[in-house]
């Protein structure tokens, strides 16, 4: 272990912060990732856009931006895009000599976690079975992490609720997704656990998903199917955060909408908490912060 550690100082990968607390023996060093070591070129994918971002080894972002981006272009013209932006982040933020050492993007449908191919996604078309991983993997050569970005906010959460080991957390944008933390770990299944936007719901009417079957949550409560709803009744909008706007206006269009949205998707939670019995339940997305 020592040996190891002297290499990984010597490469400058890790840096010295002091020493720990004794525990009987000599006092122990601290050691941290460095920052300087290096970059990671980070993108959270969406429907209609992708933020962007520059970190140092430590995860402090050293450049964020958002930009517009139509998924449904397809991942050949979406991810040479999205690599031309990571590229453009480099050039205007990298410190000099820092090299990049891995790229991960969050996808908004589910990801087969051995081989990072997008599986069965709804409002993706020509992405099903694509090898993101190999794509941005031959562009870089780096290390590629693809992951579903309701999973990704899930972990990102889960540090938020120490001593909690259980929890759900709902994506709402676009579409609707659930990252599960299960002791402490994230439950990917065979990529598509907590895909709960295909799950049936109970209403007067019947509304056809974008995944081909009748009436599933998705359909009556995801960001899409709240704008095509407000578009009906003359209210254009130009993305689900915008719904945001129109309901802390008071529009009545918007406030009716999400309104019966938050119900369905309170409803689908419910049978979840009673089948698995959360310790926490985080709500978030494109309109906000999550919160318990």
């Not at 599986?119 to 993706?124: A, E, F, I, N, T």
């Not at 995944?211 to 009744?233: I, K, V």
């Not at 906000?288 to 318990?292: G, H, L, N």
């Given at each position: ?29 601290r050691?941290r ?35 517009a ?8 013209t ?18 000099p ?10 996808i908004?449908?589910p ?35 693809v ?12 540090r ?12 709402a944008?676009t579409?609707?997704g ?24 109970r209403?007067?009417s ?29 209210v ?20 009716s909408q ?10 689908v939670?419910?049978?979840l ?14 309109c ?5």
């Open positions: 272990m020592s040996l190891r550690v002297e290499e990984l100082l010597e490469a400058r990968l890790l840096v010295e912060e002091g020493s720990g607390t004794s525990r009987g023996g000599r006092r122990p060093r050691l990732l460095a920052p300087s070591a290096g970059l990671l070129a980070v993108a959270d994918l969406g429907a209609h856009h992708v933020r962007l971002g520059l970190l140092d080894l430590s995860g402090t972002p050293l450049a964020v931006e958002e930009r981006c139509d998924i449904t272009a397809g991942p050949e979406v991810l040479d895009w999205m690599a031309d932006a990571f590229d453009d982040l480099l050039r205007t933020h990298a410190p000599g820092v090299p990049l050492r891995g790229v991960g993007t969050g908004p449908g990801v087969d976690p051995a081989s990072g191919r997008v599986v069965g996604p709804s409002r993706m078309p020509g992405w099903n079975n694509y090898p993101v991983a190999d794509q941005l993997g031959a562009r870089y050569d780096l290390p590629v992490l992951e579903n970005d309701a999973n990704l906010m899930a972990v990102g959460e889960a938020s609720w120490p001593g909690s080991d259980n929890l759900m957390v709902l994506k944008g579409g609707i659930c990252g599960v933390i299960v002791n402490g770990r994230l439950h990917r299944g065979r990529g598509a656990a907590g895909d709960i936007s295909h799950v049936r719901v209403t007067d019947s509304v056809m998903c974008a995944c081909g079957h009748p009436d599933c949550l998705e359909a009556y409560a995801s960001g899409a199917a709240l704008m095509a709803a407000l578009a009906e009744a003359g254009a909008v130009d993305r689900p955060a915008d719904i945001v706007g129109l309901v802390n206006d008071a529009v009545p269009e918007a406030t999400v309104r019966n949205a938050g119900r369905l998707i309170g409803e939670l419910t049978v908490v009673n089948f698995f019995n959360p310790d926490v339940i985080a709500v978030g997305g494109a906000r912060r999550p919160s318990r």
